[in-house]
């Protein structure tokens, strides 16, 4: 295991007061946990993303908080320093401001998350100042909001025009001002997300898909490495393509088990030779 520090909000800031970008990816289990950890990954989002990447939903709306919570965990045991951010998934804070804060409650006290992100623009704000106001760190998020894609007609970048780059401007600023640390902008143009940045004032912006003026970048774990077959998102560097190197393993062991090629002496275990006796007399 890394013995690094423990990534804090301080360590987080003094890296955009020094110009260094912060490093963001999505994670949902233990394994990739200890990878990113080793890797020096500064933050892990353990997305409502799951829904689409694990279980195989169409979309993020399914999962639930049993769903992120656990998943959360799991995360958390494999990168215990790095900062873990938990999702909120849908309709776990939109109702009321108390159920918010208990759900938020949650991730910070069952999975020992270190901060929440939520979704929505100015109509979340009174959520993001309960949530805060807690005690509990709150990332927001704009542009394209995938709990709310149906509403957005669909997975389509954000901010094109004017007036609803003007939206996303607004909403950045009443966002900040409500206490959210960081936002991050998914999908939206590159001018309009260094036009953010360079307005923030003590907030962390973070960009997906939405250009290099930003406090860091972050990218989903599947995307970047071609484990998700529906699609692949044009924001996604393929870094490697673990899913054809596994497709590729998983042919190979199809055939050698049907050939009878596997295993190989190497491959199991034997007892010795008195003793297999001494059963078969035992047996009679």
């Known amino acids: ?57 169409d979309s993020t709306l399914p999962v639930t908080m049993e769903d992120m919570i656990r998943h959360s965990q799991a995360v958390r045991r494999g990168a215990p320093n790095v900062w873990l951010v938990g999702d909120m998934p849908y309709m776990s804070y939109q109702p009321s401001n108390e159920t918010a804060i208990r759900n938020a409650g949650r991730f910070m006290a069952e999975a020992a998350c270190d901060s929440i992100k939520l979704e929505g623009g100015g109509a979340m704000v009174e959520r993001i100042y309960a949530i805060t106001q807690a005690g509990i760190p709150a990332v927001g998020h704009l542009g394209l909001t995938p709990q709310s894609v149906s509403a957005l007609g669909g997975f389509r970048v954000q901010g094109k025009g004017a007036h609803q780059a003007k939206k996303i401007v607004d909403d950045a600023k009443a966002i900040e001002e409500a206490g959210a640390f960081a936002i991050l902008l998914e999908m939206v143009p590159d001018r309009l997300c260094q036009l953010i940045t360079e307005r923030a004032n003590n907030c962390i912006i973070m960009s997906l898909g939405s250009g290099p003026v930003a406090h860091g970048q972050l990218l989903i774990y599947h995307d970047m490495f071609g484990l998700y077959p529906k699609f692949k998102p044009r924001m996604a560097k393929v870094f490697g393509n673990a899913g054809e190197v596994i497709l590729n393993g998983l042919k190979q062991y199809h055939q050698e088990v049907t050939t009878q090629t596997f295993p190989q002496p190497d491959n199991w275990f034997t007892m010795p030779d008195n003793e297999y006796d001494e059963l078969l007399s035992l047996l009679k």
């Open 1 to 57: 295991m890394s013995d690094r520090k423990k990534v804090t909000l301080s360590s987080l800031f003094k890296k955009v007061a020094d110009k260094q970008p912060i490093s963001w990816l999505t994670c949902y289990d233990y394994p990739t946990a200890y990878l990113q950890e080793e890797a020096g990954i500064d933050m892990i989002l353990v997305g409502d993303s799951l829904g689409m990447t694990m279980l195989g939903y």
